[in-house]
């Protein structure tokens, strides 16, 4: 069965603090995602990556970095966390050639405070 | 860039019909997928059309005019697990990656 797992279901971390968010899929995939969700907003992409060691900017890169040093996992990194990335932050992985069906973890929840 | 809209909710009750539209406008056409995620839970993949017609998946069907930019998610004999936000999704040209609708949030009452 297909995993993709993140590291927390729920964080709770303090305006200014470094963060640090974990994907690992298990599917050997070279497509990696982080997305955002908000309320009426749909799913935004933040970053991808396309193998190890590569990543792209997506839609609203603002205030974020990644980090894919292995091909099973892709990290987010808040530099300096604000009120306003309180979000679910969801992550997703494909294989290179089909990338219409996202295989998604089940979401970090992180609270900003 | 890459534009879709969809209703924001629909309702329908318990054994009926219900169709979510999409209609999209993009630079160019990489297919039209479908989502569905349940409260609190991850979005899993139900649909992707690349070309024009309907594409069956057991209850749920989607379909797709490339010419009207439009598609749609059909679900039949409607049940209360089917309660959940349904989110459509183009490809875009040159990356490996979707633009998703803001998603369309299904009530399926008893």
């Known amino acids: 069965d297909v995993k993709v797992t993140q590291s927390s279901r729920y964080l709770v971390k303090r305006t200014g603090e470094k963060v640090f968010l974990e994907c690992v899929q298990d599917?050997?995939?070279?497509?990696m995602f982080w997305y955002r969700q908000d309320p009426g907003l749909g799913l935004r992409l933040i970053y991808f990556s396309y193998d190890v060691k590569m990543k792209e900017k997506g839609d609203i890169p603002e205030g974020y970095s990644v980090s894919r040093e292995k091909k099973e996992r892709f990290s987010l990194i808040l530099e300096s966390a604000s009120t306003n990335q309180t979000s679910m932050y969801l992550c997703a992985s494909t294989p290179r050639e089909n990338y219409n069906e996202q295989f998604f973890g089940p979401g970090t929840r992180l609270t900003v405070l | 860039g890459q534009s879709l809209e969809q209703p924001s909710e629909v309702t329908a009750v318990e054994g009926a019909i219900v169709q979510i539209n999409c209609t999209y406008q993009t630079s160019g056409f990489y297919g039209l997928s479908w989502y569905q995620q349940h409260d609190g839970g991850a979005p899993t993949f139900l649909s992707y059309n690349a070309l024009d017609g309907l594409e069956e998946t057991g209850r749920f069907s989607s379909f797709l005019s490339r010419s009207d930019s439009y598609g749609y998610l059909l679900l039949q004999e409607l049940q209360m697990k089917d309660s959940a936000s349904y989110f459509c999704?183009?490809?875009?040209?040159?990356?490996?990656?979707?633009?998703f609708g803001k998603g369309t949030m299904l009530l399926v009452s008893p």
């Open positions: 599917m050997d995939h070279e497509n």
């Open positions: 999704a183009v490809g875009n040209s040159g990356y490996s990656t979707l633009t």
